[in-house]
């Protein structure tokens, strides 16, 4: 287990940045860029999540952490219907629920992806930083009940929506 790079302990419906890392380059280092990755099973491969990410911890367990990532980009179909916030496993999150950064600015709005729930180590986790003070800002917690639509949507995204009341 990696060390723990956040103030306190990690809590269950709070924000924190996660690194999950880069793909591994043709010819060597890391890249962001799918179309310059090696196929390397000890890296990210393409189709996984990469970069530091904003996640929302909704379970823990001796140092692994179960995470929904959060975006700001929403996904769109041709029919709503079809949109993944319309059958629940995108949740549009409250603006008051993460803190304002420069990073994160008021008002944007932002979904947690349930059906991109993932374990990391606590390793991967660290508090949100501030560039204006140079300094991390505490975690926050979300609503109660954003957090109940986050797990709500989790079950949905695992094909589990009739244990969804």
Request: hydrophobic share 35%; with cysteine.
């Amino acid at each position: 287990m990696a060390q723990l790079r956040i103030n306190g302990n990690v809590r269950i419906g709070h924000v924190y940045d996660c690194n999950f890392g880069q793909f591994k380059k043709n010819g060597g280092g890391c890249t962001v860029s799918r179309d310059e990755a090696e196929i390397d099973y000890n890296y990210r491969i393409p189709n996984e999540m990469i970069k530091v990410r904003s996640v929302i911890v909704i379970g823990k367990h001796r140092g692994a952490y179960i995470v929904v990532p959060i975006s700001a980009t929403k996904e769109e179909a041709k029919k709503k219907e079809k949109e993944p916030e319309f059958q629940g496993f995108h949740v549009k999150l409250e603006h008051t629920d993460i803190p304002t950064t420069p990073r994160y600015p008021y008002g944007v709005d932002r979904w947690a992806l349930c059906n991109l729930v993932t374990t990391v180590d606590g390793g991967r986790l660290q508090d949100l930083y501030n560039s204006e003070s140079r300094s991390f800002v505490k975690a926050q917690k979300v609503s109660d009940e954003t957090l109940d639509k986050i797990r709500k949507g989790v079950v949905i995204a695992i094909g589990l929506r009739d244990l969804v009341k």
